[in-house]
């Protein structure tokens, strides 16, 4: 099947410099399109589709899906940091300097913190290690921020998702989990709360719908009425998120 439907989709005008993949996936019911930050694409079909009908529905989605892959394509340089005293790093849309300080100063497993305005990193570490525990850092509070945050909007869209946690993602903002867990990229708590919650708030109206088309579509807007707006700003900020790579 995988096979039959990969052929039917290379039969379209897919752009030759477009990556792409067919993914199987037994328990959805229609097409989803998904394109990860770096413009690839991934065509996940049920395990009973129809070549020809995923073909069609793809075809349909061209126009607007080249769009999304130019947009990605644009910002998939991913930010490098420096990690000396004055680099730049953002919470929940604040800007924080990094100061680098002796061990005694502070406290706590990742050698990181919040304090003053200053994200304070115990030094001397190297560059890699460093990039590791400030992504640490942002993990253990995205775990806090996202478990509080997450009751309010999971009651408006109907759903008692198993809970949520931050981690690294990989290619991929959030995740919904087989089970009805949400994950999130640690790298969106650098976002303002408001695109945290649309990240949120995607993921858990995936325990409703599993595609992406029309009643995936108002089953956000319960949760997030301007969720167009708020899409549109996010790909603006996604481009300019750090996932750890330092120098």
């Not at 913190?113 to 304070?120: M, S, V």
């Not at 790298?187 to 709360?193: K, S």
């Not at 409703?208 to 603006?236: N, T």
Request: aromatic share 6%; charged share 30%; with cysteine.
């Amino acid at each position: 099947m995988n096979a039959s439907v990969q052929q039917a989709i290379a039969s379209l005008p897919v752009p030759e410099e477009w990556t792409w993949r067919v993914d199987v996936r037994p328990r959805r019911r229609t097409l989803g399109i998904e394109v990860a930050p770096d413009g690839a694409v991934v065509f996940a079909v049920p395990g009973d589709a129809e070549p020809e009908a995923v073909a069609a529905a793809v075809r349909s989605r061209l126009p607007r899906l080249a769009e999304e892959v130019r947009r990605r394509r644009v910002g998939a340089d991913e930010p490098i940091k420096r990690l000396i005293s004055g680099t730049e790093f953002r919470y929940l849309g604040r800007r924080h300097r990094l100061k680098r300080v002796s061990a005694d100063t502070v406290s706590g497993s990742c050698g990181v913190r919040l304090r003053q305005g200053w994200l304070e990193l115990v030094w001397p570490v190297t560059a890699a290690e460093g990039g590791r525990r400030i992504a640490e850092w942002y993990t253990a509070c995205g775990d806090r921020w996202l478990a509080a945050r997450m009751p309010p909007l999971a009651t408006r869209l109907g759903v008692e998702p198993r809970g949520v946690v931050a981690r690294d993602t990989g290619d991929w903002w959030g995740a919904c989990e087989p089970d009805g867990g949400i994950v999130v990229h640690w790298a969106v708590m650098q976002l303002a709360p408001a695109l945290v919650d649309l990240v949120l708030a995607h993921e858990l109206s995936h325990l409703r719908v599993s595609g992406h088309g029309a009643r995936f579509r108002h089953q956000l807007r319960l949760a997030l009425p301007d969720v167009d707006d708020r899409e549109k700003w996010f790909e603006d900020e996604a481009r300019h998120l750090w996932r750890g790579a330092v120098r």
